[in-house]
């Protein structure tokens, strides 16, 4: 019987630019990439991905629709407006909720 490995995903963010959420450094950029459909060439698009602390929190806006994203158990609804709600969790929280994908970005 062959034991299957955990792949562990985390927050990750690229000087504060992009966050995703990944397994490691190198993911975090396949991520990215398979969002944005182009190469991640980290100088251009903020650096390289590290690691955020599992324990600190993130706010992230979501927009009201049909197929709402998965929001983490225990998240706290910050502010809630028209069209759009604005929950903090910690980055463990996003990465159980989420899985593997792109978080966020301060670009839009």
């Not at 990944?22 to 100088?43: F, L």
């Not at 955020?52 to 998240?75: K, N, S």
Request: some cysteine.
């Amino acid at each position: 019987m062959t034991e299957e490995k955990v792949k562990v995903l985390h927050v990750f963010s690229n000087d504060t630019t992009d966050w995703v959420v990944a397994q490691n450094p190198e993911d975090a950029a396949r991520v990215w990439e398979e969002t944005v459909g182009e190469p991640y060439i980290g100088n251009d698009y903020g650096g390289d991905f590290i690691q955020l602390p599992d324990e600190d929190e993130f706010t992230l806006y979501e927009e009201e629709t049909i197929d709402q994203p998965a929001i983490p158990e225990g998240a706290v609804l910050i502010e809630r407006g028209q069209y759009s709600f604005k929950y903090r969790a910690t980055h463990r929280a996003w990465a159980d909720a989420r899985g593997r994908c792109f978080l966020g970005s301060s670009e839009y």
